[in-house]
């Protein structure tokens, strides 16, 4: 941590230098660490260590598994990070593939991203309004919605990490959105089982009436879901079980096609 040419003099900031330090110090394959190795990693005392992440978990940065006392990136970081998602080209990259869905099926197709327990969506395609589409929910880039009554929230849970998907599922709020809405962390737990041996995640009047769609998670090479993206079928009056064969596949592959790019 020695005190490089290229800083300046004045307006440097240790502290802050630290806790960017601590947030690098996680990757894909340290998930979790612990007070001596983020010490380590900053070649500071455990005490010095411990008042950083403890001040990182108080702004939502980190989070501290309450069994290993081993910390965590916490949802902050997710929110910070959506305004890099341009820079990596995610949205320019996957739109083509959206419109491509979108046009074929006749239905908008959407992306998001879990920000916690909620999805934010990155890109939305209206359909053709062609009168299956009625429904206008005014979704935008950058609109939330509760994961757990979502199947693009369903989907990004479902391939999470196992560790990752039981401290969300800890943090869910239920309420009764719609009809069929999840009323119980056993029952998503379950469902989000079905999803992983699937491959693809429904919603069906849980987040309100007549609000019905399919989603697929956008993978990367650790099998964890980066993004998902779904198809938004309120108003077909086909039974679910015939919208999963007629547009599951082409679904699948898409999200197939962009996992091969984003991942």
Request: proline share 5%.
């Amino acid at each position: 941590m020695g005190r490089g040419d290229d800083r300046p003099d004045s307006g440097f900031s240790r502290s802050l230098e630290r806790g960017l330090a601590i947030l690098s110090a996680f990757g894909r394959e340290r998930r979790q660490l612990g007070v001596k190795e983020l010490a380590g990693e900053l070649d500071v005392s455990p005490s010095t260590a411990h008042r950083y992440a403890s001040t990182l978990v108080v702004l939502g940065y980190l989070e501290q598994d309450p069994e290993s006392r081993k910390y965590r990136l916490g949802p902050k970081v997710v929110s910070l990070g959506l305004s890099a998602i341009d820079t990596m080209a995610l949205r320019e990259v996957c739109a083509p593939y959206l419109r491509e869905l979108s046009g074929t099926s006749g239905y908008p197709a959407s992306m998001a991203v879990l920000d916690g327990v909620d999805i934010v969506y990155l890109e939305r395609i209206r359909g053709r309004g062609d009168g299956r589409t009625e429904i206008d929910l005014n979704l935008h880039v950058g609109s939330r919605l509760p994961a757990y009554c979502t199947s693009m929230g369903k989907a990004l849970l479902a391939f999470l990490p196992p560790e990752h998907r039981e401290a969300a599922l800890k943090q869910v709020v239920f309420g009764r959105h719609g009809p069929n809405a999840l009323t119980s962390r056993r029952a998503l737990a379950t469902e989000l089982g079905r999803v992983r041996q699937a491959g693809i995640a429904v919603s069906d009047e849980e987040l309100g009436h007549g609000l019905r769609s399919i989603a697929a998670p956008v993978l990367d090479r650790s099998g964890t879901a980066t993004a998902a993206i779904n198809l938004a079928v309120h108003r077909s009056g086909a039974p679910m079980s015939q919208i999963l064969d007629e547009l599951g596949p082409v679904l699948r592959r898409t999200a197939e096609r962009i996992s091969l790019i984003v991942g």
